[in-house]
């Protein structure tokens, strides 16, 4: 009996019951502010008209309470949303609302994926939205960014 207690003790500390030590922690790597470029593309129909703004100055703050707020100043727009710990270190989904652009096109509800590459430190983004209009044209939206740690994690995002 007592060899089934500590059996039982080592498998609820065992990372194999309890996941991957960084399951709880993945999130702080990219906690922090990053800055670098975005982009903002939208494709009408299949062979139809596009608009896209490439090279837009970006910031993101990202905190341990799981939100994310950006700016892009060149086309005004803003970011405000959250995302989701997962047991991945490096990929976290995303849903943010986007403002104040523009190009009013891209004032809309997005979701997508926040990525972090450890080998090169950088934190990307990509949010996609489909819809479709009254005539049956499909309409797609695509924002990404590619960023690089503007400041280290300040104990006030934790």
Not at 14 to 42: L, T
Not at 93 to 101: E, Q
Not at 127 to 139: N, W
Request: hydrophobic letters at 40%; aromatic letters at 10%.
């Amino acid at each position: 009996m007592r060899y089934l207690k500590r059996i039982f003790a080592l498998l609820a500390v065992s990372p194999a019951f309890c996941g991957p030590a960084h399951a709880y922690e993945n999130k702080d790597i990219i906690v922090g502010e990053w800055s670098g470029v975005s982009g903002y593309m939208v494709t009408a129909g299949k062979a139809g008209a596009s608009f896209h703004e490439t090279n837009l100055d970006m910031t993101l703050v990202v905190d341990a309470r799981h939100r994310v707020i950006g700016t892009s100043s060149a086309n005004g727009c803003s970011l405000v949303g959250e995302y989701q710990s997962t047991s991945s270190v490096v990929d976290f989904p995303m849903k943010v609302k986007i403002t104040g652009c523009n190009y009013h096109g891209f004032n809309l509800r997005f979701v997508g994926m926040l990525h972090y590459d450890p080998a090169k430190r950088l934190l990307g983004f990509k949010l996609d939205r489909e819809d479709t209009l009254s005539a049956g044209k499909e309409i797609h939206y695509y924002v990404s960014a590619r960023l690089q740690r503007a400041s280290p994690p300040s104990s006030a995002a934790r």
